[in-house]
């Protein structure tokens, strides 16, 4: 009853031919202006999972209440010194703060205005008391750099260095890193190299923290969801701006763009990055695979019309349905020009072996339909079924991909029955003179047949002896894994990983108060892999009782200090006069003393001297080096020195909203010790916060959390299709027998996929996973072919046209996913690498391990023009 139905189809299209071609043009016609008028992409990869899980709510939640996580753009501003990292960070951050065309908010982390006047309130108690009293002593040092930041001024802040040694009140091995830092930019620039100098560096007895030299800018921006890259003009504005500050220059700084926002954009830009070329490679490839199965440019010209006009179809109603694709539901392109193109090559093929016998266009059709009619329909039946096994998962991004898949399969079928017939009909493909049978492949089947049972046993040791290296199979879900390496933005954030104070990786709580934040703070504290928490309050200095006083103190003895007016000042003969004095002090303190504070004196000494005999130009160079830094630590110590009470009601606004939502909600942030870009050691930090608390979400919980879902959506689908696949089989075939005659060839591909990829140490992550209901619905199309045309009586599957089509099929199949493969995107490519295994895997369990479990059929063969033609 099928196939007549399906006879009859056809038969109403060829009558109505032109007007079947009139509408299916009309329906591409609409639907590629739709698609291009509406074509969209969802980057963001969390929406990717459902919402209706409970640590989906969680994230959901945190994003609600602190949006920028998701909007952010991280600068992170590298400098050789301290007051360079600083510097170039406030230039950059003040001036993106003027775009507010483009940014919503602009903050310099640490930085600022109330850091700057607080700073000293956030130093450890006795630090900061070791720094006040330094300060202090140094008033008249201070003091002479205020007043004459040149080389004069330089060589007098030395000489007021010295007196302290001459004066026995510090040992002269005590200046001996000073002295050193003194005379290294000063040599450098004799050698024609560029020079720094650090006075904050100095101070701290030539020690640097890694966090003095690395500053931050988080900039919120406005994000434009109707283009393809919605950060990309922020970003251009960022990068203008470091250009035109002349940052690398100016302070030899190093700037980095990362964050979210860019993240997604940089990763559509890699999956983007020439993809024209490739699918101009592809279509070529595809085209020339189509004449080598059909040998006959009118052939080729239907098929490519017929699979044209589906996909258009297909990715209109796509768009129709879920307003914008994602990641991964874009690749249905790729699956319906596998599929598709199976379908049609599969009726066209038998279409020329029955034009062979039959001669009129018209009887070849009807013997077509006959032939090909039941096992399309069940094979795209099939196809759709293994596709939609993903609804009922959580895994909404590959629901997505196979509600569009499984529709798909239906418009393939459909096109393949109404509009390729159609063409054929009005085109009139020249008649079949040659047979498509190769006899020369009669031995390798009558091989076979002899040795069926080797066939099935090796099969069967091959894909149990593999069964063990399945729990060595890896699963890799970490996003940052699947861009790639070379990106700027990932490669810093994978470097930020390392480091607790950037918290890339770290995991959220939510706290309905301020006092709920802290106990939660301090709770998860304490675990062993956490390295540090922090909340808002962590931004209210302690032990301020104690502070205070000690900066107040530090103020009084260097008001006068900072106070100086400049001097005039000197001219070129004075400086030399001083660097030549400079040099005699510091001969005079090291005398004929050993040791490494004697060395160092000489050693400056020599240093001075020759300045003092260079050109104008190499003494200017000195002197800027040195007062680069001076002026804006002079300026900070001032405004440090200005400190207030800090408590949590005179926090900055945008420091405040980045901790507190505007409902009231705290953040607690937590930081993982430790590498955090290794997946054993994030593992351990999320497991360990979960336990503590719960209801903690953000990146380091997310991932984990993804892995299961996608696991547990997967062993929920697999069931789902073979379920589905089964029954489906069963209503067609009647048969348990036929059916697992179907089923297990799939199985086994699948089963010896996976055992590949655990062995090779290929790891599945959410992009190429996809391969897997690829498989299926591939997979359970070629073996439906053979097991019915097995059903019918047909044997000798090597040299029949059926293993043509399928060869010719699956060859297109994998030239359509071997476009993947080039991808500049690692996570694409990575798709493409495993589609390509699984269907290889799919072709060789289709043509030779079902024919030789089917063995012989079970009556005899029926009249065939597509066998015996």
């Known amino acids: 009853m099928l196939t007549r139905s399906i006879v009859r189809i056809v038969g109403a299209c060829t009558r ?90 602009v903050a310099e982390q640490g930085g600022g205005a109330f850091f700057r006047r607080n700073g000293l309130l ?87 923290e890694p966090a003095q030299l690395r500053h931050f800018v988080t900039a919120i921006p406005y994000l434009n969801s109707s283009e393809l890259e919605p950060a990309a003009k922020a970003v251009a504005a960022i990068r203008a701006a470091v250009a035109e500050l002349k940052l690398d220059q100016t302070y030899h700084a190093r700037v980095r763009i990362t964050g979210p926002a860019v993240i997604s954009d940089e990763e559509l830009a890699s999956a983007n990055e020439g993809v024209v070329l490739n699918g101009v490679l592809t279509g070529v490839i595809i085209i020339a695979i189509l004449w080598l199965a059909l040998r006959s440019w009118r052939l080729v010209f239907t098929a490519c019309v017929t699979l044209a006009v589906g996909l258009v179809i297909t990715a209109a109603i796509g768009l129709l349905m879920f307003g914008a694709l994602n990641p991964i539901s874009i690749a249905f392109a790729v699956l319906f020009l596998g599929l598709g193109a199976d379908f049609a090559i599969q009726f066209t093929v038998r279409y020329r072996a029955a034009r062979h016998l039959k001669g009129d266009v018209s ?39 196979g509600t569009i898949a499984g529709v798909g399969m239906v418009i393939a079928y459909a096109v393949s029955l109404t509009l390729l017939p159609a063409l054929l009909w009005i085109i ?20 076979l047949k002899r040795h069926r049972y080797w066939i099935i046993g090796v099969t069967a040791a091959v894909s149990l002896i593999g069964l063990p290296a399945l729990t060595r199979l890896d699963f890799d879900f970490d996003p940052l894994h699947l861009r790639p390496e070379t990106s700027e933005s990932v490669a810093t954030v994978r470097e930020l990983a390392k ?31 956490v390295a540090q928490t922090r909340t808002l309050d962590s931004f209210v200095p302690d ?83 040195f007062r680069a830094p001076l002026l804006p630590d002079l300026a900070e110590l001032r405004d440090g020195l200005a400190a207030e009470r800090v408590t949590r009601a005179n926090l900055p606004k945008e420091l405040v909203e980045n901790w507190v939502s505007p409902n009231g909600i705290n953040r607690v942030e937590i930081a993982p010790k430790g590498d955090s870009h290794d997946d054993a050691t994030l593992r351990r930090f999320a497991h ?6 719960p209801n903690a979400t953000g990146q380091a919980i997310s991932t984990f959390e993804w892995a299961d879902a996608i696991i547990w959506s997967f062993e929920v689908a697999a069931a789902v299709a073979l379920v589905s696949i089964a029954f489906l089989l069963w209503i067609v075939l009647r048969r348990f027998g036929d059916v ?27 992009a190429n996973i996809i391969a897997l209901p690829v498989l299926l619905g591939v997979g359970v199309a070629f073996k439906i072919y053979y097991i019915l045309a097995w059903r019918r009586g047909q044997t000798d599957f090597l040299q029949s046209a059926l293993t043509r089509a399928v060869f010719f099929s699956a060859l297109l199949t994998a030239t359509a996913f071997g476009s993947l493969w080039l991808s500049a995107h690692p996570g694409t490519s990575s798709m493409g690498k495993l589609l390509a295994l699984a269907l290889a895997c799919t072709l060789v369990s289709a043509v030779l391990f079902q024919p030789a479990l089917m063995g012989e059929p079970r009556k005899k063969a029926e009249p065939n023009p597509a066998t015996t033609a």
């Open 363 to 401: 009887a070849a059709l009807v013997e077509t339909v006959d032939r090909v009619g039941a096992p399309l329909t069940l094979a795209a039946g099939a196809a759709a079924a293994g596709f939609l096994s993903f609804l009922p998962t959580p895994y909404a991004g590959l629901a997505e991909l």
């Open 688 to 693: 360990a916060v979960l336990a503590a608390a």
């Open 499 to 529: 480091d607790p104070n950037a918290a890339v990786n770290a995991a959220q709580v939510l706290a309905s108060s301020p006092q709920e934040a802290a106990a939660t703070a301090k709770r998860i504290a304490g675990l062993p892999e």
């Open 122 to 208: 956030y130093a450890p108690t006795d630090s900061l008391e070791n720094m006040t009293g330094a300060l202090s002593r140094a008033n008249p040092i201070i003091g002479a750099l205020k007043a004459d930041p040149s080389l004069r001024g330089l060589v007098q802040a030395l000489s007021f260095a010295l007196m302290g040694v001459q004066q026995q009140e510090i040992p002269l091995d005590a200046m001996a890193h000073t002295l050193d830092m003194a005379a290294a930019p000063i040599e450098t620039i004799a050698a024609g190299q560029p020079a720094t100098f650090s006075w904050k560096q100095m101070l701290q007895g030539g020690k640097v």
């Open 16 to 105: 109505h031919a032109w007007v079947v071609i009139a509408l299916a043009l009309v329906l591409a016609v609409t639907s590629g202006i739709y698609t291009a008028r509406y074509f969209a992409i969802d980057a963001n990869i969390d929406d990717l999972m459902s919402p209706r899980l409970d640590w989906r709510k969680r994230e959901i939640a945190y994003h609600t209440e602190f949006p920028q996580s998701l909007q952010s753009i991280l600068v992170v501003v590298d400098g050789p010194t301290p007051e360079f990292a600083a510097a170039a960070a406030r230039a950059l951050a003040e001036n993106l703060a003027k775009r507010n065309d483009l940014f919503r908010s």
């Open 740 to 766: 697992l005659l179907t089923l297990i060839p799939l199985i086994v591909a699948a089963a010896v996929t996976l055992e590949i990829c655990a062995l090779s140490g290929f790891p599945l992550n959410y």
């Open 428 to 447: 009139h493909p020249p008649a079949e003179p040659h047979a498509l049978r190769l006899p020369a492949l009669a031995p390798v089947d009558a091989w």
């Open 543 to 625: 032990d301020q009782d104690r502070k205070l006083p000690l900066i107040q103190r530090a103020a009084t003895a260097l008001r006068a200090a900072l106070d100086r007016a400049q001097k005039q000042a000197p001219s070129e003969a004075e400086n030399i006069a001083a660097l030549r004095g400079g040099a005699a002090q510091l001969r005079d303190a090291a005398g004929d003393q050993k040791g490494p504070g004697a060395d160092a004196a000489r050693r400056l000494a020599n240093d001075l001297a020759k300045l003092a005999d260079a050109d104008q130009a190499q003494r200017a160079a000195v002197e800027a080096t």
